[in-house]
């Protein structure tokens, strides 16, 4: 497991072809994650501007903690799980809020939200589940299953 306690400003992790394990400790500005292909799990906790992250093919797993700001996660082909969470200690939502963009490719993919914010939602073809819990504008458009 790759694990980036304070990346830099404008820092960009790039993964393998092979499966990654990327943990980002502590987000500031500008970061981008490319895991490429491959079975990757990603958590970024406390990110607080600019998220981007490209997970490419396959089973890919991405958990995004206490985020705010802006963020657009895209993975591929595969049985995707995304999570989005804005937890107090208490496990309730807090008031985090963001803009996320989100696009899972083709699979049975899982997203699941609990945070308040701004989510534009897209699957691929297959059998898809999304749940959201908190406020804020959705816009969610499920492919073909």
């Not at 799990?41 to 985020?67: E, Q």
């Not at 989005?84 to 200690?89: E, G, T, W």
């Amino acid at each position: 497991m790759t694990t980036i306690t304070k990346p830099k400003k404008g820092s960009l992790v790039v993964g393998s072809k092979k499966a990654d394990k990327i943990n980002i400790k502590k987000a500031y500005k500008n970061l981008n994650i490319n895991s490429k292909n491959g079975n990757d799990t990603i958590v970024v906790n406390n990110s607080n501007k600019k998220v981007t992250i490209n997970a490419g093919n396959g089973k890919n797993k991405i958990d995004m903690v206490n985020t705010v700001g802006k963020a657009s996660v895209v993975s591929g082909s595969g049985n995707d799980t995304i999570n989005v969470y804005a937890l107090s200690k208490k496990k309730k939502v807090t008031a985090k809020n963001g803009n996320y963009d989100i696009k899972a490719g083709n699979g049975n993919n899982v997203i699941n939200v609990n945070s308040n914010g701004n989510f534009n939602i897209t699957t691929g073809k297959n059998n898809d589940k999304v749940t959201i819990t908190g406020n804020g504008t959705h816009k969610i458009n499920l492919g073909n299953g």
